[in-house]
């Protein structure tokens, strides 16, 4: 008796320990590390839809991350102003933010090719394809580390639609009529305005309006319907004018300071990697809704007059495109200047005569079926 009940005892404690085992296999591995936290700073105004589509990222990240790693976002202002988000990251005063590659033309005019690249893309998808796979991204690297020696890391995410020319506060149908006038854009358009005579003023998307309304300029672009609404273009111009080549291709970027990233460990900084191509997605799913919606409004509710850019307008900016693009690429002032810029531009004429022309032979015509279908309504 004593004997079977040592071995009985012994089964039921083998048992137990074997039951404990499978528990343990089975309960899902919970890491119990210290979350994460970085700030991360948008460059746009708290009401403005790019900063719900900073929000839209954000909240990937910390949804993918399952607690182990939080992004804390801030709006334009609330550390640096919208201009200054490179240099706070790159100086770690910020761990990453929201902007477009644009905004740092200032430091090497090859930034700008970077999200508002001259009109060779037929639209910011295949941007996204050259920079994600025809050689695009490593020349960003060598621009943002190589040349710059900036401490960050960035990744190209949202394709938007053409930009509108922008608010007039009286009609214009001649390219002349942009001579003179003081006109707001930013990056490469910058320059393209100027050679058409502007006088052109770079202003974060939350200075504009005020500007306009104090007659400090004369007309200004931002970028879509829903930001031009919310921000309050309508109420200080009228006049909207709709295709433009001055900024037909823009992404966003996102940017991370580079030792903070390489210090998480690989599953974060692949969360945060995949997290920017599925808000890109998402982004580009959310704007066909919310665009079209405002622009209805924006016409029906307010008073605005949608207009077509005139054809005048249109050619005239892709004549001062080649004159830009070939004063940028001829500049000697210094070897990361013209010849680098000429460098990224010779791949992307490479990437989009190939593509571009797959696409427009391949592709059928939206104008005729849309025609077909809703023209006589």
Same mark, same amino acid.
């Given at each position: 008796?004593?004997?079977?009940?040592?071995?009985?005892?012994?089964?039921?404690?083998?048992?137990?320990?074997?039951?404990?085992?499978?528990?343990?296999?089975?309960?899902?591995?919970?890491?119990?590390?210290?979350?994460?936290?970085?700030?991360?700073?948008?460059?746009?105004?708290?009401?403005?839809?790019?900063?719900?589509?900073?929000?839209?990222?954000?909240?990937?990240?910390?949804?993918?991350?399952?607690?182990?790693?939080?992004?804390?976002?801030?709006?334009?202002?609330? *550390?640096?102003?919208?201009?200054?988000?490179?240099?706070?990251?790159?100086?770690?005063?910020?761990?990453?933010?929201?902007?477009?590659?644009?905004?740092?033309?200032?430091?090497?005019?090859?930034?700008?090719?970077?999200?508002?690249?001259?009109?060779?893309?037929?639209?910011?998808?295949?941007?996204?394809?050259?920079?994600?796979?025809?050689?695009?991204?490593?020349?960003?690297?060598?621009?943002?580390?190589?040349?710059?020696?900036?401490?960050?890391?960035?990744?190209?995410?949202?394709?938007?639609?053409?930009?509108?020319?922008?608010?007039?506060?009286?009609?214009?149908?001649?390219?002349?009529?942009?001579?003179?006038?003081?006109?707001?854009?930013?990056?490469?358009?910058? !320059?393209?305005?100027?050679?058409?005579?502007?006088?052109?003023?770079?202003?974060?998307?939350?200075?504009?309006?005020?500007?306009?309304?104090?007659?400090?300029? @004369?007309?200004?672009?931002?970028?879509?319907?829903?930001?031009?609404?919310?921000?309050?273009?309508? !109420? *200080?111009?009228?006049?909207?004018?709709?295709?433009?080549?001055?900024?037909?291709?823009?992404?966003?970027?996102?940017?991370?300071?580079?030792?903070?990233?390489?210090?998480?460990?690989?599953?974060?900084?692949?969360?945060?990697?995949?997290?920017?191509?599925?808000?890109?997605?998402?982004?580009?799913?959310?704007?066909?809704?919310?665009?079209?919606?405002?622009?209805?409004?924006?016409?029906?509710?307010?008073?605005?007059?949608?207009?077509?850019?005139?054809?005048?307008?249109?050619?005239?900016?892709?004549?001062?495109? @080649?004159?830009?693009?070939?004063?940028?690429?001829?500049?000697?002032?210094?070897?990361?200047?013209?010849? =680098? =810029?000429?460098?990224?531009? @010779?791949?992307?004429?490479?990437?989009?005569?190939?593509?571009?022309?797959?696409?427009?032979?391949?592709? *059928?015509?939206?104008?005729?079926?849309?025609?077909?279908?809703?023209?006589?309504?």
């Amino acid at each position: 008796m004593t004997e079977n009940t040592a071995a009985r005892r012994g089964f039921l404690k083998a048992g137990a320990a074997a039951a404990t085992a499978t528990a343990i296999l089975a309960t899902p591995q919970v890491s119990r590390a210290q979350t994460v936290t970085l700030r991360f700073q948008s460059t746009w105004p708290q009401r403005d839809i790019f900063h719900e589509f900073a929000q839209d990222y954000v909240n990937r990240v910390n949804s993918m991350a399952g607690g182990r790693l939080r992004l804390e976002l801030l709006a334009a202002g609330a *550390v640096v102003g919208a201009f200054q988000l490179l240099d706070a990251v790159h100086s770690g005063t910020l761990d990453g933010g929201h902007g477009v590659s644009a905004y740092w033309f200032g430091r090497n005019r090859a930034f700008s090719l970077f999200g508002t690249t001259p009109p060779w893309f037929g639209d910011a998808h295949q941007f996204l394809g050259w920079f994600y796979y025809g050689g695009g991204q490593a020349l960003y690297r060598e621009l943002m580390h190589d040349i710059l020696r900036m401490n960050a890391v960035g990744f190209q995410t949202g394709p938007m639609p053409t930009q509108p020319l922008g608010w007039f506060r009286n009609p214009i149908e001649r390219a002349e009529q942009i001579r003179g006038l003081r006109y707001r854009t930013v990056g490469l358009a910058t !320059d393209l305005f100027q050679e058409m005579g502007a006088a052109v003023v770079a202003l974060p998307g939350g200075e504009i309006v005020p500007a306009l309304e104090r007659g400090v300029i @004369d007309a200004a672009e931002f970028n879509n319907p829903s930001s031009d609404r919310i921000l309050g273009f309508p !109420d *200080v111009a009228k006049n909207y004018y709709i295709q433009s080549y001055h900024q037909a291709v823009e992404t966003f970027e996102v940017l991370f300071n580079r030792q903070r990233f390489d210090a998480l460990p690989a599953e974060h900084q692949a969360i945060i990697r995949h997290a920017s191509e599925a808000a890109s997605s998402d982004m580009s799913w959310k704007l066909q809704d919310r665009y079209s919606a405002d622009l209805l409004a924006m016409q029906q509710q307010q008073q605005v007059n949608v207009r077509t850019t005139p054809t005048a307008i249109l050619d005239a900016q892709l004549a001062a495109w @080649d004159r830009v693009i070939a004063r940028q690429e001829a500049d000697t002032t210094s070897p990361a200047t013209g010849a =680098f =810029f000429k460098k990224v531009t @010779d791949s992307q004429r490479a990437w989009c005569s190939r593509v571009g022309n797959f696409f427009l032979r391949y592709e *059928v015509s939206a104008v005729r079926s849309f025609n077909h279908f809703f023209a006589r309504r």
